[in-house]
Structure formats: structure tokens, C-alpha cells
């Protein structure tokens, strides 16, 4: 069992930078992939970034490529998501979820992307980004 709980949300103007925290409880967080979705009002949620186990082979939606890196910190439990240089169609509920199925993020793309395939979510943190 993972819990997965988001952080570092908030109101920016574009051009500027967020950086969100998910912490994770529980013994599986070192064993599983990690990703970040996000959903827009009246859009399906969407893939952003993953990250391996190790914390080292990383995946990114083509809108983020170049903006955002991801990283992990497996002692602590915790995966990131910078975010540099926001737009406003950055705007949305960012959620962080885990996957024990996901083997190689960068290998296997499809299902990294795929929400199905993730095990645990989080409850999602809002960013807004102003024009």
C-alpha cells in the first residue's frame, strides 16, 4: 500500500517556476515507477513526466519537454516535478501516482503514459498559471 500526498501548488504568472512535492508512505515507494498526470477543467487527465525506480531514466509529455524535470529521492520517499518557464496552459490539477507495474519508463512509453497502469494516486495539487 502507497499513500501518496501533493504539494507546492499555487497562483504563478507565466514565465515563472513551481516546484511540486509528493511524499509517499509505505514500503513499495523505492519499487515503483512514478508519474506525474494533470487535468485541466473540462479535459481528461493527461500524462506529464515518470521517472524509474532508480531514479534514473526519465519520461516527458513533448509540452514539457525542456520545462519541467522530474526526480525522485528514494531515502525520503519523495518525487518532484520542477517546473520552469509555466504557461498558462500549464493550468491544472497536478496529480503524482505510483506503479509497481511499469518496468521501463522510457522503454515501454506507452504504458508509462497509460493511467490505468498506476496503483495509487494522490488527492492532486492546483496550479494556475496567469497570462
Known amino acids: 500500500q502507497v499513500q501518496l500526498v501533493e504539494s507546492g501548488g499555487g497562483l504563478v504568472q507565466a514565465g515563472a517556476s513551481l516546484r511540486l512535492s509528493c511524499a509517499a508512505s509505505?514500503?513499495?515507494?523505492?519499487?515503483?515507477?512514478m508519474g506525474w498526470f494533470r487535468q485541466a477543467p473540462g479535459k481528461e487527465r493527461e500524462f506529464v513526466a515518470a521517472i524509474g525506480r532508480g531514479g534514473i531514466s526519465t519520461y516527458y509529455e513533448d509540452s514539457v519537454k525542456g520545462r519541467f524535470t522530474i526526480s525522485r529521492d528514494n531515502a525520503k520517499n519523495t518525487v518532484y516535478l520542477q517546473m520552469n518557464s509555466l504557461k498558462p496552459e500549464d493550468t491544472a490539477v497536478y496529480y503524482c501516482?505510483?506503479?509497481?507495474?511499469?518496468?521501463?519508463?522510457?522503454?515501454?512509453?506507452?504504458?508509462?503514459?497509460?493511467?490505468?497502469?498506476?496503483?495509487?494516486w494522490g488527492q492532486g495539487t492546483q496550479v494556475t498559471v496567469s497570462s
Open positions: 509505505g514500503r513499495t515507494f523505492s519499487t515503483s515507477a
Open positions: 501516482a505510483a506503479s509497481a507495474k511499469i518496468l521501463g519508463v522510457v522503454s515501454t512509453p506507452k504504458r508509462t503514459r497509460d493511467p490505468s497502469l498506476y496503483d495509487y
